[in-house]
């Protein structure tokens, strides 16, 4: 098995809305077990389907190597249509993004977050996140609807981006 393509800023398909997950077979399993070979190629600590170009509703993440997050499951965890369903407390801190390798910015998300997902064999789950955790199932739930981290950005900071990412890519064609 190989890693997938993991989609960059500003492809299409970052920017849709994902479909439910409706059935669990061997075709979303091999989708699961390549995704966590391209997350761990990648050294990122969560990826999204929208991300690999699969635009189904579920993500998964890996904390293993993060002693600070066991709590949360230290993995590796799928998380099939994962919705918020409280969030309370905020904290502005820096977040980067696979799809936008290279850039970080300072985001602001909740600090505390509830949601509810069903497990890889489709089993209802409920979990409560905080700090880096959170961060993350914010992030990436919102791959699933289509919302990148720029968009939480002010108008300044995304237009900079912006600029910055029309000038690289002038650059690079241009050799």
Known sequence: MSPLEILKYPEIQLFEKSAAVSEIDAVLQNQINQMFETLYCSDGL???????????????????????????????????????????????A?????????????????YRVQLKAQDREGKDIRIEAEGLAARLFQHEIDHLNGVLMLDHLSSLKRNIFIRKFKKKQKYAESK
């Open 94 to 110: 820096d977040e980067g993004c696979l799809s936008i390798p290279g850039y970080f910015e300072k985001v602001r998300r909740a």
């Open 46 to 92: 969560g990826l999204a389907a929208p991300q690999v170009g699969c635009l189904q509703s579920f993500f998964i993440y890996d904390f293993s190597r993060r002693d600070d997050e066991a709590k949360y499951g230290a993995g590796p965890i799928v998380l099939l249509n994962p919705e918020i369903i409280e969030s309370e407390g905020e904290e502005l």
